[in-house]
């Protein structure tokens, strides 16, 4: 009966909290209530928002932070770009023309991941969106 009832939320309530708690609930699920994602030799810690290659810290911006979260999330499954949009920019993604600012993100990403030897590998898929790969 009360099956997943760890959480409650009185009316009224903000839009904001709702969606930051939904986003834990959910982050708790995919990491099995871990705070730290590790891919291959990549270790993504949330709490403070730090990436570390071999244990060397890589500089990454909020975004390209987030997409790579998103990706690591989503490990093995081909993630569309409007999917990564909305996630990263959040609601108001549906009022662009293109998606010209994932590209740039996506881009700085990998050369990020690589210049640091990563065990990771961003796939692109034309026309429909990104993998995150273990070659």
Do not use: C
Not at 86 to 97: A, L, M, P, R, S
């Amino acid at each position: 009966m009360e099956l997943g009832a760890d959480d409650y939320l009185p009316k009224p309530f903000h839009m904001a909290e709702l969606n930051a708690r939904v986003k834990a609930v959910l982050r708790r699920r995919k990491l099995d209530g871990s705070n730290l994602l590790k891919i291959a030799n990549v270790s993504i810690n949330i709490d403070s928002h730090l990436v570390a290659v071999d244990g060397e810290e890589l500089e990454l911006n909020r975004k390209e932070f987030a997409v790579l979260f998103y990706l690591g999330t989503n490990q093995d499954r081909l993630v569309s770009k409007s999917a990564l949009a909305e996630h990263v920019w959040g609601d108001y993604i549906d009022q662009t023309d293109n998606f010209d600012f994932i590209y740039s993100q996506i881009k700085n990403l990998r050369k990020k991941l690589s210049d640091k030897n990563a065990g990771l590998e961003i796939k692109a898929v034309y026309g429909i969106g990104y993998k995150l790969l273990i070659p």
